[in-house]
């Protein structure tokens, strides 16, 4: 894997917590005076920077196992859940499949929709795990939408895609998925879903501004851009027939304007990284570095791991339920070890495994969660 002399900024820390933000990769630095190069060539620029924008499309779909025909960009997977939910048309009596524990992003789209009788259904977790049971449970004739994170943010558990897809396949439904907890640490068939989001500055280890938004245009063709500018269209008339265009017949058709070409460039550095590791060769890293911190943590004692132990049900994150969530986290800082504290006010510690970690980080977070007061 990558060593912390990689990063930038962590050479006497032990960095945790990928699953908020990732440290920046040295060869950003790179990527970055590559784009103020490129944005210093006038007319030319935007050529290079289009060349830039294909690249990194080309990546993503290697990464999502996708046509990169399919791929667009956003600037944040809550955009893309916003472009399903203004894409789409609705009627009273449809309703949307959601998980209680899903990120806000995944919810708060959907309310808008309640004052036209759209009804959002809610999977209560079991013990910290939503099954698809109780998922296929709410799906009936009238579910337009099943979204569900491929790895909970909250939880640290990892659904089953082709289990969750053959579900929902089974319906009328849509099934829009948020991977920014799985891309880029564990294998992810977006083409198993209709819509996948995934955010950019966490295990893709780029930064915010971009987003990856995959359109699976065969399955759900009426989903339509809730908004529109120049760069949405393929052919337009000109100021002889101002109001003629065309859309786009891919993914581009999602992204009305500029992207933000610096966190593409540096998304591209920070895909090239990835992808040369191999996918593969960092879901097992992972999966042996979360399996070594549950299996400590199970060892420890007086914690409430919310996280599964089967390596199928799990990614990069360990999460725990704890009322002394913040004493914990400022404890650990006070150790030079960066983990991930509260969200939205619930007790959560997230504990997340990443390229730069080793079986050396998880023992030094052990031995400093084992030395703090009686849980």
């Known amino acids: ?52 924008i294909e690249a990194t499309r080309t990546q993503c779909a290697e990464l999502l196992s996708v ?11 809550s955009e893309g859940i916003n472009i399903v939910a203004y894409g789409l048309d609705w009627a009273a009596g449809d309703n949307i499949v959601i998980a209680d524990v899903e990120f806000a992003s995944g919810i708060y789209p959907w309310l808008a929709l309640q004052s036209r009788g759209v009804e959002l259904r809610i999977v209560k977790h079991r013990n910290w795990q939503i099954s698809l049971d109780d998922i296929s449970a709410h799906i009936d004739n ?4 099943v979204l569900i994170s491929h790895v909970s943010m909250f939880t ?16 009328n439904a849509a099934l829009v998925l948020d991977t920014t907890h ?30 990856v938004f995959y359109w699976n245009r065969h399955r759900l063709p009426q989903l339509k851009p809730p908004f529109l500018g120049w760069n949405s269209v393929s052919a337009a008339g000109g100021w002889q027939q101002p109001t003629q265009m065309s859309l786009h017949p891919d993914a581009l058709r999602f992204t009305p304007g500029n992207p933000a070409f610096l966190s593409i460039y540096i998304l591209h550095n920070a895909l090239n990284t990835l992808l040369k590791l191999g996918i593969d060769n960092i879901e097992r890293h992972a999966l042996s570095l979360t399996g070594q911190l549950w299996t400590g943590l199970a060892s420890l ?31 650990l800082k006070a150790r030079d070890v960066l983990v991930w504290g509260t969200y939205a006010g619930d007790a959560r510690l997230r504990i997340s495994c990443h390229v730069y970690n080793t079986p050396a980080d998880v023992d030094i977070c052990l ?9």
Not at 30 to 48: L, N, P
Not at 158 to 168: E, G, M, N, Q
Not at 183 to 202: H, Q, R
Not at 302 to 331: K, Q, Y
């Open 1 to 52: 894997m990558l060593s912390r002399s990689d990063f930038i900024g962590i050479d006497d820390t032990t960095h945790l917590c990928a699953g908020g933000e990732a440290p920046m990769l040295r060869s950003h630095q790179s990527a970055i005076e590559q784009f103020t190069h490129d944005k210093a060539m006038g007319e030319m620029a935007r050529s290079r920077q289009a060349d830039i």
């Open 67 to 77: 046509d990169a025909s399919d791929i667009g960009f956003v600037s944040s997977a």
């Open 142 to 145: 009238r579910t337009r939408v």
């Open 156 to 171: 640290g558990q990892r659904i089953s895609l082709p289990a969750l897809s053959k579900l929902v396949r089974q319906s």
């Open 182 to 211: 799985a891309a880029g640490v564990v294998t992810v068939d977006a083409s198993l879903a209709d819509v996948v989001v995934t955010s950019c500055y966490k295990w893709l280890l780029g930064i915010h501004g971009t987003a």
């Open 301 to 331: 004692g007086g914690w409430e791991i919310m996280t599964p132990f089967d390596e199928p049900s799990r990614a990069g994150n360990i999460c725990l339920m704890t009322d002394r969530v913040a004493e914990v986290a400022a404890a």
């Open 367 to 375: 031995q400093a969660l084992d030395d703090l007061p009686a849980r």
